[in-house]
């Protein structure tokens, strides 16, 4: 499973990521769009949208769920706004998982069939940090932009997750949210 997110608390200048201004679009065109990139790199773009629900009311999502299929391979996504999340990926295979953590660019976990908690791995090179990770990106924008060097990502490289995402916008359905009847028509919070 993907899972990332915390309440949302950054300074915004402006209110254009919420409600209708935002074209009805929320936490999953922001932090699920870095998620989606990642699922990509790692499984390929043959990713198949199984199942996507999220908590809109006709404007921007807080909180999303979707069920995305390669293979045999299900992959939960869980994003949110409201709360924070674990942020962190974990994949469990038959002869081993691993934990990675957002937040943790120099380490993953490995863990043994039956094993909870694993044991640490550092990889080496990584950053540390994402400000570790801020020259890189600069040095690679730069030797494109001045040098003609190819980016280590292109525009085409993106365009499976931004379909995936289309796919799930497409596909919209709200989650049960049974503490929050409407009696009558719904009404539109956009």
């Known amino acids: 499973y993907a899972e990332e997110g915390d309440r949302f608390g950054w300074p915004a200048a402006t209110p254009s ?4 201004r935002s074209g009805g679009k929320g936490v999953l065109l922001d932090i699920g769009a870095h998620v989606f ?16 629900r999220d908590d809109s009311f006709g404007g921007s999502e807080a909180a999303a769920h979707a069920r995305i299929r390669t293979g045999s391979t299900i992959i939960h996504v869980r994003l949110s706004w409201l709360a924070k999340q674990a942020n962190e990926y974990r994949f469990d295979g038959s002869q081993s998982g691993l934990d990675w953590a957002v937040y943790d660019l120099d380490r993953v976990r ?11 791995v550092r990889l080496s090179g990584a950053p540390k940090s994402f400000a570790g990770l801020a020259p890189q990106v600069l040095e690679d924008f730069l030797g494109a932009v001045e040098q003609g060097r190819a980016p280590a990502v292109t525009p085409a490289d993106v365009l499976p997750s931004m379909r995936l995402i289309e796919a799930c916008y497409a596909s919209r359905e709200r989650f049960e949210m049974p ?9 539109d919070v956009g």
Do not use: I, K
Request: no cysteine; net charge negative; proline share 5%.
């Open 17 to 20: 990521m919420f409600g209708a």
């Open 37 to 52: 990139d990642l699922l990509v790199w790692w499984f390929g773009p043959e990713l198949v949208l199984e199942e996507y």
């Open 110 to 120: 490995r863990r043994a069939p039956g094993e909870v908690e694993g044991r640490e």
């Open 179 to 187: 503490w929050h009847a409407f009696t009558g028509e719904s009404r």
